[in-house]
């Protein structure tokens, strides 16, 4: 490929689908983008953040610092809690793998929801791999826990508690603060949290919230792939068990307080912070807009009779809306809409065949309402243009396909 | 999941979609929507051969794209004992994964459901 010349392969943005998949990933912010790229092009800023024995060093290190102070500032912690990652995956790993590491002569035993991301939920398996035993809570039928149920689960060696903030399929928003107060009574078990969904869509606290570990991710609040944080609270707790510890995973420089190891990608950082600090500006106008987006989806939607919505509709963020379909094979309306509509599936589909999601299978839906949940990810780049393209299209293929079946919806 | 040409053509425009009644209409159908596949075919016959055919299905892409091409291309033809295309064929025609088998297992059991009691159908 000629390196001077953009790649022109790609479909056109006329012909492309209309873009509801945000909770998937958000296209990078231009002023984000442009940010990055005056960092590349810099003639001062290439220089290795750790380097602290030349002005290049310096200049690289302070646009870290400034970064790490963007998306301190934007979730309520201390900057020095922040520690820079890959993504929320790196960070939910560094997480869940480092406390069990520190922690292991004191218990092994853990706490999470059998609708965690796979981030969570697959290092838990490689710990059960281990001799580990992990407690994997059921939610409700709306996906919502109950903190009491994180109670009843603790245990004298469980050590640790992963529950996310919002669920990245169903959008539905834990009670973080009341299983926080659960574990700090507990005084053994760290809470940690996948927030990689949370952040510009609804308000976040570390501090308050009182979490002790948590992941972030820039790609899903229009800054770039490949680089995330794990916020490590530096604060004690009331029962004097001090903070929480985690032992690293990757050796080789000391970087971020030697947990984790590996010269930093100023760009990336650079364009974290920045979109942390635009999703914050943003944050209550943009939530208010894409709250009446959702609900025309919505009505709009649900005119089309035998469609269920997935999740709490009360203590949800606003920007995903996840939607079972009877009557409806999920594959095929899948396909049926993919010229149209971008949008993610309940199904796995690691092979030919998909999987019925295992989130919608934890709310209790059957494995036909599984398999034809719709989530529709809205974000910033969405109009009520492109609602009502989703709702045509849908009510269409929905039409069509039920046609085609011939029969009463099953459910 | 990508698709190929023929079965994207057969599945965004498939025709033959619904059931027939009447004298020399036989019926058939196999699977369950409660498994995820379930097909049913209906054949009319005039004089040994398939006057017109219809089909409802409640399945993937490929399930759909199979029963609409089978319900088009059966007219005109002798009913016979089998598929007017075996199975085989159809995963070829259809680039079908091989974990999908048993669905066309599934399309064939409904036409051989349809097809068989009318092999003796004389009118």
């Known amino acids: ?411 | 999941m990508n698709y190929n040409e023929f079965t994207r053509r057969y599945f965004e425009a498939a025709a033959n979609v619904g059931e027939l009644t009447g004298a020399g209409v036989f019926r058939g159908a196999a699977g369950t929507r409660g498994q995820g596949t379930w097909v049913q075919f209906d054949l009319q016959i005039k004089a040994g051969a398939v006057s017109a055919a219809r089909f409802l299905a409640f399945g993937c892409p490929h399930t759909i794209a199979v029963s609409a091409w089978l319900a088009e291309s059966a007219v005109g033809r002798a009913v016979g004992p089998r598929l007017p295309e075996g199975v085989q064929e159809l995963r070829d025609r259809f680039a079908v994964p091989i974990e999908k088998t048993g669905r066309l297992l599934i399309v064939e059991d409904a036409w051989l459901a349809a097809a068989l009691p009318a092999l003796e159908y004389r009118g």
């Open chain 1, 1 to 411: 490929m000629n390196i001077a010349q953009p790649n022109t392969a790609q479909p056109n943005t006329a012909q492309m689908p209309v873009y509801l998949d945000h909770a998937a990933t958000t296209p990078v912010d231009a002023r984000v983008a442009l940010a990055m790229a005056e960092v590349l092009r810099s003639e001062t800023a290439y220089g290795n953040p750790a380097s602290t024995s030349h002005d290049y060093g310096d200049v690289a290190a302070a646009l870290v610092e400034s970064a790490r102070g963007q998306v301190a500032a934007a979730v309520g912690a201390g900057a020095a809690e922040v520690i820079w990652t890959s993504g929320a995956t790196e960070a939910n790993n560094l997480a869940i793998f480092g406390v069990s590491r520190y922690y292991r002569d004191r218990g092994r035993h853990i706490v999470t929801v059998r609708t965690e991301h796979k981030a969570v939920l697959d290092p838990c398996r490689e710990l059960e791999r281990r001799g580990w035993e992990v407690s994997y809570l059921v939610p409700d039928q709306e996906g919502l826990l109950d903190p009491e149920q994180v109670a009843a689960a603790l245990r004298p060696d469980t050590v640790l508690v992963s529950l996310m903030h919002v669920n990245n399929e169903i959008g539905v928003v834990q009670n973080i603060a009341a299983v926080a107060a659960i574990c700090a009574r507990h005084g053994g078990a760290w809470l940690h949290v996948d927030a990689a969904q949370s952040v510009g869509k609804c308000p976040i606290d570390f501090a308050s919230l009182g979490a002790d570990l948590m992941s972030l991710s820039a790609h899903k609040v229009y800054g770039p792939k490949g680089v995330g944080a794990l916020l490590v609270s530096r604060r004690g707790d009331a029962g004097g068990r001090g903070r929480v510890q985690l032992a690293a995973l990757q050796f080789g420089g000391g970087q971020e307080r030697s947990l984790r190891a590996g010269t930093l990608a100023t760009h990336q950082i650079v364009g974290m912070g920045l979109a942390f600090e635009l999703a914050m500006t943003l944050s209550s106008v943009e939530t208010a807009r894409v709250a009446q987006l959702q609900q025309r989806l919505w009505r709009g939607l649900a005119a089309l009779g035998g469609v269920l919505r997935n999740g709490s509709a009360t203590r949800s963020v606003p920007h995903l809306l996840n939607v079972s379909f009877a009557g409806v094979e999920g594959e095929s309306l899948l396909a049926a809409i993919r010229p149209y509509v971008a949008v993610s599936t309940g199904s796995a589909c690691t092979s030919a065949l998909a999987e019925p999601s295992y989130v919608l299978r934890a709310l209790g839906r059957s494995e036909r309402l599984s398999e034809s949940g719709l989530r529709f990810g809205l974000g910033r780049t969405t109009t009520e243009g492109d609602i009502d393209t989703a709702v045509a299209v849908l009510t269409r293929e929905v039409g069509r396909l039920r046609h085609i079946a011939g029969a009463t919806p099953v459910t």
